[in-house]
């Protein structure tokens, strides 16, 4: 049966509705890149964002439309993922602030709401670019907008909104060029519309398929937590109106923590668990009625470090802001320093780089594993040092990195440092100076990113008439500064190819970082007519790792 | 007018030939290899000293004795000297300023001790500044003055080739910070009160000349007097004082190299710049 009123147990419906249909459609959704690269991962991003936004929404059928909202809201900024999961998550968090206090709204709070929702997602963009998600977002509020003012009730202006979407969808490669020349529709609109579209099926009472599965991966949510039950027995957890009061905070400080085991003894006191960290350091976060229970567990395991108890019906008023008493903590790592980093790379060899350079935290991910924003917040929690600096090393990473800025905890000053790869990280590194002044420093590291030119050696898996250059399937491709720039039929050649261009006379530098696939004397030899092509330069060769990209190449 | 001459130690890496012009009296810090003891600049030359490190002897050092000040300014004093100025290697890196102290004691003319809370041709540019006034016959009060002055203006960048001469003779100070790495990384450095401080990193040599240089563009302005010093690094050095000949206003330009004392704690194939506006 179609509702009238979005209430607060209805939104919780349309979260699970979005998060399963993006779920469902997420491989449709990764496969529209623009680059003839099998690393898109918008959709599973997307879905992953609003399953972190679902579960944080309670199972309280008490609650209001506005409790539900601020949850969700919540969640997402946490749980954001990629900059399509960023932008999302910005959008719910401007549709929780147009609800404001209400119980529920009809078709016209909706549409206003969703105005909100546009706005903010706008505002959250240092410099919004139309052809996007951003484009989809507004088709859907401009057009939910003017079917509020003819009269239209809730499930007309979720199926206007969600028409406007698709037309903004498909105008997306008219407004991006890059789009067009690919052959695809935005990404992240796709992404929206989805969401959109399972909306409405909850709003018209015709959903009723399950939840989004937990998350894969390492992420961290425990699967036994009710509050990821699949839907069959939504309604029934409901009924039993169990309500976690507090949000339970703390970081555990150890040897050899058993991550699983930690989650194992927590995930019967609540939900919303999270058990995310390393060996000697965990942090935990749960939603619970009995906190005292969640500390004493954490307490057998080590010690307790920045312990935060909150009462959620209170943080309901101020969801976004999380105060998780994150004073810098001196004995994290034995000493306080001025500067610290935090990088997020993938592939053992830049790890070990990384780290040797002076890196505190590493986050595994990149490419194809963007770390949430919840990820991000607690290596910067676990950094011993009151500033600190974000290397977020691939062009997805850095909105959740922005995000993650902004929510980390009081006490510490967050600084942002755009670098599109782990090779720029380095390049990065060289300027960092621990004891250093910030207001040096961080200018300094953005400045040496910018020195250095980075080309990605991979392999397309389709052929693209999107380049100057033509690109077969199979062939190998050298992706510099977002655009294809040389082509060859074996790594190599490409890595050869691009070098041609990028290395010149005023050259002092060429660094060859070979992927997971290539063997050590594949790279060496290509080292070798490195050297034999540019005498001038140093070359330098190391094992980074990474997947996908079989060569990462630096020029300085 | 007060006769004055000017008394420093083998850590202000001056080159000969401005010794013997200006006069000035250089007490040696003693070089140990093992059980052997050197006099730096003595009985040991910057060219035996980084052939012995290049096969692998290791060195330390040690200040002078009260003894050789005392020495060595009773003998200025039998020159004529009725005043003596005394610059040395920073008290925060060396006890040499505890034994020149010492010894202004046990002599009957005055003797004033400066600390120019630095080493290398930073001491010496001082100990020059301190000299040509005073062969000019300019008041020690006046002199004095204005040699704390250049010290405060003094700015100091090195590079070295490794850190491990500066770890392994306690003198890292807080450079420890940039000590290991996977990568061909050269630190560069600086002095902060007599401390060894890190800047930046840079990976490779020429890339690590090229940000000394443009360091020194960013901070350095007006007429500067300039001293390039160096350990094994003599194309690099020429290059590097040509430049800053080339795009700075420049009232002198030493170039030289570090002598044993200050090359055993920072190793071969440091290059280094200090200057100050005049």
């Known amino acids: 049966m179609a509702h009238r009123r979005l209430s607060g147990a209805l939104f919780r419906e349309v979260m699970a509705a979005g998060a399963a249909a993006l779920e469902r459609h997420k491989e449709e959704i990764n496969a529209l890149n623009v680059f003839p690269v099998p690393d898109g991962d918008t959709g599973t991003n997307m879905a992953l964002t609003v399953s972190a936004a679902f579960r944080e929404t309670g199972s309280d059928p008490q609650f209001s439309l506005a409790d539900v909202a601020q949850r969700a809201s919540r969640g997402a900024l946490f749980g954001a993922r990629g900059n399509s999961g960023v932008i999302l998550s910005q959008f719910l968090r401007g549709f929780a602030h147009g609800i404001g206090r209400q119980e529920s709204v009809d078709g016209r709070g909706l549409a206003a709401a969703l105005a909100q929702a546009t706005a903010t997602a706008y505002r959250a963009v240092i410099k919004p670019v139309e052809g996007t998600m951003l484009t989809v977002g507004k088709g859907a509020s401009d057009a939910a907008n003017r079917a509020a003012l003819g009269g239209a009730d809730l499930v007309e202006v979720l199926e206007a909104a969600v028409e406007g979407a698709r037309e903004a969808l498909a105008k997306t490669p008219k407004l991006l060029p890059i789009l067009a020349r690919a052959g695809v529709v935005d990404a992240g609109g796709q992404g929206l519309v989805r969401f959109l579209e399972g909306a409405l099926a909850a709003v018209r009472g015709e959903y009723r398929q399950a939840p989004p599965s937990p998350l894969p991966g390492k992420a961290i949510l425990a699967s036994e937590a009710p509050g990821s039950k699949p839907a069959d027995q939504f309604g029934a957890i409901a009924h039993e109106a169990v309500t976690f009061r507090y949000c339970t905070e703390f970081l555990v400080r150890g040897r050899h923590l058993p991550i699983e085991s930690i989650k194992a003894e927590l995930k019967d006191l609540g939900d919303s668990l999270l058990v995310v960290g390393d060996p000697e350091l965990v942090k935990v976060h749960v939603h619970t009625n009995n906190p005292g229970r969640a500390l004493e567990i954490g307490t057998r395991y080590g010690e307790l470090l920045n312990v935060s108890v909150s009462n959620m019906q209170e943080q309901n008023r101020h969801a976004a802001q999380r105060a998780l008493g994150a004073e810098p903590n001196p004995a994290a790592n034995g000493q306080l320093k001025r500067i610290g980093v935090v990088a997020v790379v993938q592939g053992e060899g830049w790890q070990q780089l990384l780290a040797s350079l002076g890196v505190d935290q590493l986050v595994s991910g990149g490419q194809t594993m963007n770390p949430s924003a919840a990820e991000l917040v607690t290596a910067i929690e676990a950094v011993p040092a009151k500033e600190v600096v974000v290397l977020p090393n691939n062009r997805n990473v850095v909105f959740a990195a922005r995000q993650a800025a902004e929510l980390a905890g009081p006490g510490r000053r967050v600084h942002v440092v755009a670098t599109r790869t782990a090779a720029d990280a380095v390049a990065a590194m060289m300027a960092y100076n621990p004891e250093g002044d910030p207001e040096d420093v961080v200018p300094g590291m953005e400045e040496s990113a910018k020195r250095v030119r980075i080309a990605e050696i991979t392999r397309a898996v389709r052929e693209s008439q999107a380049w100057e250059l033509p690109v077969q399937a199979g062939d190998f491709i050298a992706i510099v500064d977002g655009e294809v720039r040389a082509v060859g039929s074996t790594a190599e050649q490409a890595a050869l190819a691009i070098l041609r261009e990028m290395a010149g006379e005023d050259a002092t530098l060429i660094s060859v970082y070979y992927g997971d696939k290539v063997t050590p004397d594949a790279a060496k030899a290509l080292a070798h007519q490195v050297r034999e092509n540019w005498a001038h330069c140093e070359v330098e060769v190391y094992g980074g790792g990474q997947p996908v990209y079989a060569y990462v190449l630096s020029v300085e | ?278």
């Open chain 2, 1 to 278: 007018m007060e006769k004055i001459r000017v008394v420093t130690d083998s850590g202000a890496d001056i080159p000969e030939n401005l010794v013997q012009e200006l006069g000035i009296r250089v007490v040696p810090l003693t070089i140990h290899f093992g059980a052997e003891e050197r006099q730096d600049g003595v009985d040991l030359s910057p060219e035996e000293f980084y052939r012995r490190l290049a096969a692998g002897e290791m060195s330390h050092t040690s200040q002078p004795s009260p003894a050789q000040f005392e020495t060595a300014y009773r003998e200025l004093v039998e020159e004529g000297a009725e005043v003596i100025i005394s610059c040395h290697l920073s008290s925060t890196l060396s006890g040499t300023m505890q034994s020149a102290q010492l010894a202004a004691r046990a002599v009957d003319v005055p003797v004033r001790v400066v600390d120019t809370r630095s080493a290398s041709r930073r001491v010496g540019l001082v100990a020059i500044e301190a000299a040509r006034p005073a062969r000019a016959g300019e008041p020690v009060s006046a002199i004095v003055q204005r040699l704390e002055s250049i010290i405060a203006r003094q700015r100091v960048l090195f590079m070295v080739d490794t850190l491990e001469y500066l770890q392994r003779n306690g003198r890292i100070g807080k450079a420890q910070a940039f000590v290991g790495g996977l990568l061909n990384i050269k630190p560069i450095l600086t002095l902060e009160d007599g401390v060894v401080a890190p800047l930046e990193r840079a990976r490779g040599r020429a890339r690590a000349v090229a940000r000394l240089f443009e360091r020194m563009a960013q901070t350095a302005a007006g007429k500067l007097r300039v001293a390039v010093m160096h350990s094994q690094a003599d194309q690099e050095a020429a290059g590097l004082a040509e430049r800053i000949r080339s795009r700075f206003d420049v009232a002198e330009v030493i170039t030289g190299l570090l002598g044993p004392t200050i090359g055993t704690h920072v190793g071969p194939g440091t290059l280094g710049v200090v200057y100050h506006s005049v």
